[in-house]
């Protein structure tokens, strides 16, 4: 399974601030490896933020996503404690979910 | 509710986020989801992912501003931020008009979700990056270059 993400939600002002920070090696099929073969093609493709169970965020990624992605966006809402979960699926139909409470 | 199902929505992580968001009916119908059709990341042309979109007739907007530096040290991680000020933004953008398939990620962006977003992406020379909304009245768009020393997609 992958490693964790890295998520701080932050609410202020009526609106919360989500920055994830994910570990996935994000292989854009167009790196050659040691031996010259083309690394075949490996990345996420689609992730959705939630806020206590409401999407907040859809995403669609191309292999354009820099490793390790890094994603911040906002939203209006949120208080100290409430929970928000970031999902992700790659190419390989491999997912990774990790939620954290609102501070 | 019935106690089982409640149970399950508590159970969290073992389900995976998106089944259980669809189990619950919290996810977007139709092609607006996060698992929805992927034809504009195929495209090779810019004016093939703007058709792919539906946003041909995309006008220049003011309103989306991309901060970014105005030179990549390292194409294979562009900082990039996109922030819009539009009503009623349901959807935003990132194309990097330059590479091989220039839509680099699409958001949709439920009631109450703002127009920003900040990301990294690879950039595999110097380009246009276009950010891209679709808001009351149609689709925006905006562009700024980026010029990038070391392409960032073949490594």
């Not at chain 1, 208080?79 to 609102?102: N, Q, S, Y």
């Not at chain 2, 199902?5 to 977007?28: E, F, H, P």
């Not at chain 2, 935003?92 to 958001?107: D, G, Q, R, T």
């Amino acid at each position: 399974m992958a490693d964790p993400m890295k998520i701080r939600a932050v609410a202020r002002d009526g609106v919360t601030e989500v920055r994830v920070q994910i570990a996935h090696d994000m292989e854009n099929g167009q790196r050659r490896d040691d031996s010259g073969a083309i690394v075949p093609p490996w990345f996420i493709t689609e992730l959705t933020g939630t806020h206590a169970g409401r999407v907040v965020l859809q995403a669609q990624f191309g292999a354009a996503m820099s490793r390790n992605p890094y994603l911040a966006f906002r939203f209006r809402g949120g208080a100290r404690g409430e929970t928000v979960a970031v999902a992700w699926k790659d190419t390989r139909g491999e997912t990774r979910t990790d939620a954290v409470p609102i501070t | 509710m019935n106690p089982q199902r409640r149970d399950v929505l508590k159970a969290g992580s073992g389900l995976g986020l998106l089944g259980l968001l669809a189990a619950a009916g919290l996810i977007l119908p139709g092609a607006a989801r996060a698992d929805g059709p992927r034809r504009a990341f195929d495209a090779g042309t810019l004016a093939e992912a703007l058709e792919a979109l539906g946003a041909v007739r995309a006008a220049n907007s003011r309103d989306i501003r991309i901060t970014g530096p105005e030179v990549a040290e390292n194409g294979a991680a562009v900082p990039l931020g996109i922030s819009a000020s539009l009503p009623g933004a349901e959807r935003l953008a990132i194309l990097v008009e330059k590479n091989l398939n220039p839509l680099v990620a699409s958001f949709i962006l439920p009631e109450g979700t703002e127009a920003h977003v900040q990301t990294r992406v690879r950039m595999a020379q110097t380009s246009d990056v276009i950010a891209l909304v679709k808001a009351e009245g149609g689709f925006y768009m905006a562009a700024r270059e980026i010029r990038v020393t070391i392409g960032g997609c073949s490594g």
